[in-house]
């Protein structure tokens, strides 16, 4: 794929059907997920997430159900490299503190899909702008896809593989203090799998 696609150029896109028919993309197991719930925990995740210059970012927030509720969400940040994914939740102050520090550090990208929520959430609840975030479906719109892909129809493309997202895990209680496995597995592989359209749009350094 050319690395500047005119803006004319647009690039066709599997459909569901399509992409129902790929073979799985490869993700994450719960042996490289590390969930992150301690300040004692989110120092030592800091210190793995220092080896590398970009990292795969999603949020994660309660779903409201009642007309005009407000999401006190974030309840969970990911963050991803090119083999393991850190889930962190913000129950505890240090931890919170850490995952802040994180997201404003600088000479890192935060590479993810549909941010812009997530990006208010954060600053309303930890008090930081986000540094460095890049919105991945602003980049494969710029190299001539659709507006806003989405994770699915970008490992599609990219990979030819097919991303499974569980609609039950998606809608779940992420505020809960014990999260589920099927919870880890769906908010470590967004973060896991926006790392590597990232690094397969040849954007790492």
Same mark, same amino acid.
């Given at each position: 794929? +050319?690395?500047n696609a005119p803006m004319?150029?647009?690039h066709p896109v599997p459909g569901k059907d399509q992409i129902a028919l790929l073979e799985p993309f490869e993700r994450l197991d719960l042996d490289r997920i590390h969930l992150v719930s301690t300040g004692a925990q989110a120092e030592r995740a800091c210190a793995a997430?220092?080896?590398t210059s970009f990292w795969g970012f999603?949020?994660?927030s309660r779903p409201t159900f009642a007309k005009g509720q407000e999401s006190e969400g974030p309840h969970i940040v990911q963050l991803a490299t090119l083999d393991a994914a850190w889930v962190f939740q913000l129950h505890? +102050?240090?931890c919170s503190d850490l995952?802040?520090?994180l997201l404003t550090r600088p000479g890192v990208a935060k590479a993810g899909f549909g941010l812009g929520d997530d990006r208010k959430r954060i600053q309303h609840k930890l008090g930081v702008e986000a540094t460095e975030v890049l919105e991945l479906n602003t980049v494969l719109r710029q190299?001539?896809?659709r507006k806003d892909m989405g994770v699915k129809?970008?490992?599609a493309v990219l990979f030819n593989r097919r991303f499974i997202k569980s609609k039950k895990a998606a809608t779940s209680n992420w505020s809960n203090p014990r999260l589920t496995e099927a919870q880890l597995v769906y908010a470590a592989n967004d973060a896991f799998a926006a790392a590597h359209v990232f690094h397969a749009l040849g954007l790492s350094r």
């Open positions: 794929m +050319p690395q004319h150029t647009h997430l220092a080896a999603d949020t994660e505890d +102050p240090e995952v802040a520090e190299r001539g896809y129809a970008a490992v």
